[in-house]
């Protein structure tokens, strides 16, 4: 088999019927100037199932998580709220409101945060290992991690239950979360980058972190720590030669780049960066082009400050836009978010980008304006997984989409979900029971009625 044959798919996240603006995610600006506005899940849904269909159309192996259940009516039950499921939704709703946005929250649908993944190339197993992602820092993602477990092992065909470990026939492993403390604190994909040279060629991985374990940090949250990264690498057994360490500036950070897939994004032999995406930027690239060596060679794409400023460069999106190796193209193409061409500097940028003879040839702009809205671009919405044909073959069918199963999930979401939804909606414990169904008629689609 060429290493040729072997293609990263993207898995986005299907937008799920309680998408709304809680405001719950600290740092993150976006979801802190929205909350409270009324949201359009089924709008939201649509424009994501947009984005899958055009990169079907390009010839792309294209894939789909489908959403949690929602709600989750275990941290209420937690929190001490008894009775029949509206009974609980009923009392939650007077006496923790934000408890109950917590267990409404849509936001797997950024799958980036689903998982670390390392391909089969780069794994001493030989295996590809996907580590389900803890989420710590935030309530509610942190209640996401067991059912992404199950969800993610049973579309890698890695069959059991939560705890079991895999057999030695699996041709995937997916583990289980880091253990549930800041120290561990673990964001997934969106903090990390792989590099090669073509994606079945073995290659280089990038862990960012934005503090040590235990460290005290001002500011808004650093969510991702240097033991958490360090610990995923060593479980996928990473070769250490071939793997990089690097801190994010503090400054990205505190301007709201909550992860950094934010200031940061990178395919083949391309990183493409903001000039304030890193605590020490001269080291980090002399760590990659070590660690590259033999492998291939780095090509970096810095966006100085002066002609993006880092607080357009995050209000855009520029970065959190996927770099993708389009069929029949010999440069790279930037997947951006319609808000970068709406900001003057990155529209200017991005013109100038494509008109010069780099790596990147081609900027396509596409709407998720919904996600946006909530603070995920193109680049949260979707885990990159780099699979050999082999491994493309033994992952559940029900997941990889064509336009007739896209032109399914569409009616699915026109016929059940909302295009309208305020934070009071979520008191209505009839809406709790349109997700499930909503949710159920998804499942159907791809074929995983065992979640339902």
């Not at 033994?394 to 059940?416: F, M, P, W, Y």
């Not at 295009?419 to 909503?438: G, M, N, V």
């Given at each position: 088999m060429s290493s040729s044959e072997t293609v990263e798919v993207n898995f986005d996240g299907l937008i799920g019927p309680s998408h709304n603006y809680g405001g719950m995610s600290d740092g993150n600006l976006a979801s802190q100037n929205n909350a409270g506005d009324v949201s359009n899940p089924r709008e939201a849904a649509l424009q994501g199932l947009e984005k899958m269909r055009m990169l079907v159309r390009a010839g792309f192996v294209q894939g789909v998580i489908p959403p949690l259940e929602r709600p989750n009516l275990t941290i209420l039950r937690d929190a001490g709220f008894a009775g029949t499921d509206s009974e609980v939704i009923a009392d939650a709703a007077q006496a923790e409101p934000r408890l109950l946005k917590v267990a409404y929250s849509a936001s797997s649908m950024w799958t980036a945060n689903a998982a670390t993944v390392s391909p089969s190339a780069d794994t001493r197993s030989g295996k590809l290992h996907l580590t389900i992602a803890n989420l710590s820092s935030m309530l509610h993602r942190s209640l996401e991690h067991e059912d992404t477990w199950d969800m993610l092992s049973l579309m890698f065909e890695e069959l059991g239950m939560y705890n079991d470990p895999p057999t030695s026939d699996d041709p995937f492993d997916v583990e289980l979360a880091l253990p549930m403390h800041a120290d561990f604190s673990d964001e997934g994909a969106a903090n990390h980058v792989r590099l090669c040279s073509e994606h079945g060629a073995q290659g280089v991985e990038l862990f960012v972190y934005g503090r040590e374990a235990g460290e005290s940090v001002t500011g808004f949250p650093a969510r991702q720590t240097r033991l958490a990264s360090e610990s995923v690498a060593r479980g996928h057994g990473l070769r250490p030669e071939r793997t990089v360490f690097a801190r994010q500036s503090a400054k990205a950070i505190n301007a709201g780049a909550f992860h950094n897939d934010v200031v940061c994004v990178g395919t083949l032999d391309t990183l493409f960066f903001h000039e304030h995406a890193f605590e020490n930027t001269e080291a980090i690239l002399s760590d990659l082009r070590t660690a590259a060596d033999g492998l291939f060679e780095l090509k970096p794409v810095m966006v100085p400050d002066a002609e993006v400023p880092l607080a357009d460069a995050i209000k855009s999106y520029l970065f959190n836009s996927q770099l993708l190796q389009w069929p029949g193209e010999d440069r790279l193409v930037l997947l951006a978010p319609t808000e970068t061409q709406e900001t003057e500097s990155t529209r200017a940028y991005?013109?100038?980008?494509?008109?010069?003879?780099?790596?990147?040839?081609?900027?396509?702009?596409?709407?998720?304006?919904?996600?946006?809205?909530?603070?995920?671009?193109?680049?949260?919405?979707?885990?990159?997984?780099?699979?050999?044909?082999?491994?493309?073959?033994?992952?559940?069918?029900?997941?990889?989409?064509?336009?007739?199963?896209?032109?399914?999930?569409?009616?699915?979401?026109?016929?059940?979900?909302?295009?309208?939804?305020?934070?009071?909606?979520?008191?209505?414990?009839?809406?709790?029971?349109?997700?499930?169904?909503?949710?159920?008629?998804l499942l159907r689609v791809l074929d995983l009625e065992t979640l339902i």
């Open positions: 991005c013109e100038r980008l494509v008109q010069g003879n780099g790596p990147i040839g081609r900027v396509q702009y596409v709407d998720v304006r919904q996600s946006m809205r909530n603070g995920g671009g193109p680049a949260c919405l979707r885990l990159r997984v780099v699979m050999t044909p082999e491994e493309r073959a033994a992952c559940h069918q029900g997941v990889l989409l064509d336009e007739s199963k896209i032109d399914a999930l569409q009616d699915v979401v026109r016929n059940t979900y909302r295009d309208r939804l305020s934070a009071a909606d979520l008191a209505d414990p009839a809406f709790a029971e349109e997700c499930l169904q909503a949710r159920a008629a």
